[in-house]
């Protein structure tokens, strides 16, 4: 028994080794298995790769062989661009011609000598009735936004140094003469205050206004303290006043302009802001290739951001050099196509940068320089919404007196005299603040509680301090604050609430039609294109449809802008955004020609938003594509990239799990969009991008250059 369990320990060992052995056998192998499969698929995967890197070189060398043939067609199409900048001259021109034959006796504001004599007239003339007053104050707002819209809409070519300086002039002197016609007005309003008595408190009051002034104005004629506070009916704007002022021959106006006559004259002359496009790699490219020609352009270019002469803009055309400028926003295109230099990839993008204006140079320097004091409002974040306040405590002159049939009144000839408040005298002592409450204009969107800001005279700025006790009702759309003197007010609003945005889309509608649509935190923009105008079809806050004055008007992208702005939905970055807006910054060069070749296709192609375009890397941009021909929802998207000399088709799409520069199976290179998009499109497609009209790829580039939705999205 002894020896059997001893075997059967002998065999249990034996067994245990050779088991061990076969673990070990078998772990070997599998390792080897491991390691030779993992050679393999390394193996694979670099064939893989080197195929992929075939295929790609070979796709980049035929797009390399046809990049001449594609360029030239793309410049065929870029004659629109030109067209459309010389049919905008013409149109200049004629406008001018226009307005000489109508002889309305309404001056020209651009000729100095008709401007002139029609102020001085005006100086002259004696009547103050306050209706006329206002009426002709109509024709003067009409002829200082002619002369803004002159400084904003001119090409710097077609404009001298002179005639910019004469304008400017021109808008502050008409701007000054106005108001000083409206306190003409004032005084002689007050002089009759006795006609405008209330009944309840043996007051005046009057509320007299037009779509651009409104003017409430109390004259305290009983002087009794219990009278102290009033608010005006028809405007819903009121005061309650000092112990002091309730017992003082005193008047009290608040006048309400629904334009700014106030703020520095470069806030209302800002222009699109220029994309400078000097420093893309292809230009260095270039120089490298060839050091003394492009050097020479790009710096002939700098020095002259002018219009080539006749001769000069002929032969050019010859050459179908494409040669365009965009107004003011000025994204000039210098683009030599000698067969030597195309190959070269010789493609320059000169931005011509005009210098600020002279009239406009010191308040720049002013405006440049850092803000230290906070009670100063920095106007390149913060901007006037709704117009302007003057609130005025006034003396009250002498009244008309009825003497049998004869109506006899003191003049003293001193004009509307100020009534000061606090006294000059008693600096020292504290004086009880004056409560204003102010009814906001429903013709403007105020998305935050405003800041409350009066002017400074002698600083020539807006401030914050001297108001304090704010309190806005947004339900009521007023708001109330106490003010430590008489002043100037405005409501700010931050200039960069709507953006960046959170959605865009164009897309076409029909013949040289398209929809274009902008989503930001607060608002939904609808925007139509058609021909060479374009409309604001619709804004929706809070999912309400609000701002239907201004809708469904046609009228030039930059009249959009304008008017979009007043209403306080700004959606266009200016020269400054980027200090307070994140911005998703992007290299020139792919997002001008981006735009460019997006209008050139837009009659054809639904462009919109993807959130890749984060991801891509500042050299190239990212969106949405589809080929749209009904007029309903863009249902089939795809992605395409973008550096402004290569396109390509992705094989991602918006819900993929990680971004991925992947070319689309069967997809290639191309050196334009248009050609990439030639690839998919139908012939009917294609057809109609042949087919549209210059002003109507006009209107888009310049909106898509105005909204900058590649790089605030």
Request: aromatic share 8%; proline share 4%; glycine share 2%.
């Amino acid at each position: 028994a002894n020896i059997k369990s001893r075997g059967k320990k002998k065999t249990s060992k034996a067994e245990k080794l050779r088991l061990q052995k076969e673990e070990e056998e078998r772990r070997l192998k599998e390792e080897e298995e491991a390691r030779l499969q993992a050679q393999q698929e390394e193996a694979a995967r670099l064939e893989k790769e080197r195929i992929e890197q075939e295929q790609k070189a070979k796709l980049e060398a035929k797009d390399q062989e046809r990049r001449e043939s594609e360029l030239a067609e793309l410049h065929s199409l870029e004659q629109k661009f030109l067209s459309a900048e010389q049919w905008k001259t013409d149109y200049r021109a004629c406008a001018k011609w226009e307005h000489y034959l109508t002889c309305d006796g309404s001056p020209d504001p651009t000729v100095l000598q008709e401007i002139n004599t029609f102020m001085s007239l005006w100086r002259e003339d004696q009547n103050e009735d306050i209706q006329l007053v206002m009426e002709k104050g109509e024709l003067v707002l009409n002829l200082i936004e002619k002369l803004q819209f002159l400084l904003l809409d001119t090409p710097p070519n077609e404009i001298t140094e002179k005639e910019t300086v004469q304008y400017q002039e021109s808008i502050l002197e008409l701007r000054n003469l106005l108001h000083q016609k409206y306190n003409g007005a004032t005084e002689h309003l007050l002089r009759t205050a006795n006609m405008y008595e209330d009944s309840e408190t043996g007051n005046m009051q009057a509320v007299i206004k037009n779509k651009n002034v409104t003017f409430c104005i109390w004259a305290n004629l009983k002087k009794k303290v219990r009278f102290k506070n009033h608010v005006f009916c028809d405007a819903q704007h009121g005061f309650d006043l000092p112990k002091s002022l309730a017992v003082s021959s005193v008047a009290v106006r608040i006048l309400h302009t629904r334009y700014d006559h106030v703020s520095p004259l470069w806030l209302q002359c800002q222009s699109v802001p220029k994309l400078e496009v000097l420093d893309s790699k292809e230009l260095t490219q270039h120089s490298k290739d060839n050091v003394e020609e492009p050097e020479e352009e790009e710096k002939k270019a700098r020095e002259e951001p002018n219009m080539p002469s006749e001769e000069e803009a002929c032969s050019d055309r010859k050459k179908s050099a494409v040669s365009f400028k965009e107004n003011r926003s000025s994204v000039a295109y210098i683009n030599e196509t000698t067969e030597e230099e195309t190959q070269m990839k010789s493609e320059i993008l000169v931005i011509t940068s005009q210098g600020p204006d002279p009239l406009m140079q010191e308040e720049m320097n002013d405006k440049e320089a850092v803000i230290t004091d906070e009670n100063i409002v920095d106007l390149q974040r913060f901007v006037p919404v709704g117009g302007v306040y003057h609130i005025d405590a006034l003396q009250l002159p002498p009244q008309v007196k009825q003497i049998k049939d004869w109506s006899m009144v003191e003049l003293r000839g001193l004009g509307l005299e100020v009534y000061p408040y606090p006294p000059e005298e008693a600096e020292d002592a504290t004086h009880p603040p004056i409560q204003i409450t102010l009814r906001l204009s429903d013709d403007v969107m105020y998305f935050e509680d405003p800041v409350i800001a009066r002017w400074d005279p002698a600083g020539q700025q807006w401030r914050t301090d001297g108001i304090s006790n704010i309190t806005y009702e947004r339900q009521e759309k007023s708001v109330t604050f106490e003010m430590a003197a008489f002043y100037t007010i405005a409501l700010l609003q931050d200039a960069h609430l709507n953006l960046p945005y959170q959605a865009w889309e164009l897309r076409p509608t029909g013949l040289d039609e398209a929809l274009l649509l902008v989503t930001t935190v607060f608002a939904a923009v609808q925007v139509q294109i058609k021909g060479n105008q374009c409309m604001l079809s619709s804004v929706v806050v809070e999912e309400k449809e609000v701002l239907s004055h201004v809708t469904g008007k046609w009228i030039s992208p930059l009249g959009l802008r304008a008017v979009l702005k007043k209403a306080g939905v700004n959606i266009f970055p200016g020269e400054h955004s980027p200090k307070y807006v994140s911005v998703n910054r992007k290299a020139p060069l792919a997002e001008v020609k981006a735009y460019q070749q997006m209008a050139l296709v837009a009659s054809a192609f639904a462009f919109a938003w993807s959130k890749w375009n984060l991801e891509a890397g500042q050299e190239q941009v990212v969106f949405k594509i589809s080929e749209h021909l009904k007029a309903d929802s863009v249902k089939d998207w795809s992605l395409y990239m973008f550096n402004g000399q290569k396109a390509q088709k992705l094989k991602i799409t918006e819900t993929s799990e990680a971004f991925s520069e992947e070319l689309e199976e069967d997809s290639e290179f191309h050196s334009t969009l248009y050609h990439m998009l030639k690839d998919i499109a139908s012939k009917e497609a294609i057809h109609k991008v042949e087919t549209a009209s210059f002003l109507f790829v006009d209107v888009v580039y310049q909106l898509l250059l105005a909204m900058r939705v590649l790089t605030y999205s």
